[in-house]
């Protein structure tokens, strides 16, 4: 049995590709297993160059592509490490990426997952900046109610959490993000303050091709993350949410939408953010009086004890919480 088992799920053949293999079996902890998911891209293993020929590749072709939930769910069951590890296909791990994690995970029995911090680099490999990231534990549980503490792909877990929360496919797009806050439910997470990860951005990317349709399923995602984590089932009228708005709706207004339902359900700060997030995305004297007189509602909701609700909706929820990305 391997010590880790990195999945990687892809439907196309990228110039990305061959780097991204090629950083994993790059890595000085060589206890590992390569499992990559062909999501209908007809991928062969010479595509990979000499690293096709490794034999710690596992290439599990699917019939079609069944989106990332269901090419993810494949990996993990078809996993055999005692860790699994996250890569997705543009990205690149750097060397000591897995011993770093690893090493952490096994000096503290307690953690489910460990991240750590990244890069952002271009279509030609060369850094561009830092990608957001939290390393404490108690920071990346309370900020993943709101959005992922770090880009997925940059942590590692114990088998048994990814097998205990399955990727859900009603979330096409943002199944990882419903990942993390699932676990940071449940499980304690951490980070390695080390930059292991180098996250490719690119024009043909699923989060810039897909942009609208991926904040209506991140807006669900925290619908259902703050109904749990006020101790609330999550209903089963969810789905009927993810459901496409019509062309004319702009996501400034599907934002301010979610504010108010957070705000009819109780959840103030969150309909205040959600306010915030309205007027970002479209900064005009409309959207900013809509904005505010959500948030002004959300503020008066909490009869006088709204502080944290005016610091979201000026702030957001990096100040407002008082976390401090590394």
Not at 197 to 215: F, K, W
Request: with cysteine.
């Amino acid at each position: 049995m391997p010590a880790v088992s990195v999945l990687m799920v892809t439907h196309r053949v990228t110039p990305f590709l061959r780097a991204a293999v090629a950083s994993v079996f790059a890595q000085t902890l060589g206890d590992l297993e390569l499992v990559l998911v062909d999501n209908g891209a007809g991928l062969k293993p010479e595509d990979l160059g000499e690293a096709g020929r490794d034999p710690r590749l596992r290439l599990m072709v699917q019939p079609g592509n069944g989106g990332i939930p269901a090419g993810h769910n494949a990996g993990v069951a078809a996993a055999r490490g005692e860790f699994i590890a996250l890569l997705d296909h543009d990205d690149v791990m750097l060397p000591v990426r897995l011993e770093r994690q690893v090493a952490r995970l096994r000096a503290d029995p307690a953690l489910g997952l460990v991240s750590s911090l990244a890069e952002s680099i271009d279509g030609s490999g060369r850094v561009i900046g830092r990608e957001f990231a939290l390393v404490e534990a108690d920071s990346q549980r309370r900020y993943s109610e709101f959005a992922a503490p770090v880009v997925t792909p940059a942590y590692t877990g114990r088998r048994e959490v990814f097998a205990a929360l399955p990727y859900r496919a009603a979330f096409a797009f943002t199944a990882d993000f419903d990942f993390l806050a699932r676990a940071a439910e449940r499980y304690a997470m951490a980070g390695v303050p080390e930059v292991l990860l180098q996250y490719r951005h690119h024009a043909a990317q699923t989060t810039v091709e897909r942009a609208g349709r991926i904040s209506r399923e991140r807006c669900v995602v925290r619908l259902l993350a703050a109904r749990r984590r006020a101790g609330r089932d999550e209903g089963t009228s969810w789905p009927a949410l993810l459901a496409a708005e019509p062309e004319s709706s702009s996501q400034s207004a599907m934002l301010g939408g979610f504010g108010e339902r957070f705000l009819a359900e109780g959840f103030a700060a969150q309909a205040a953010f959600h306010a915030r997030r309205s007027f970002v995305v479209h900064r005009t004297p409309g959207t900013l009086a809509a904005a505010s007189g959500l948030a002004w509602r959300a503020w008066r909701s909490t009869h006088g004890g709204g502080d944290l609700v005016v610091r979201m909706f000026v702030s957001g929820p990096v100040r407002a919480l008082g976390l401090r990305p590394a």
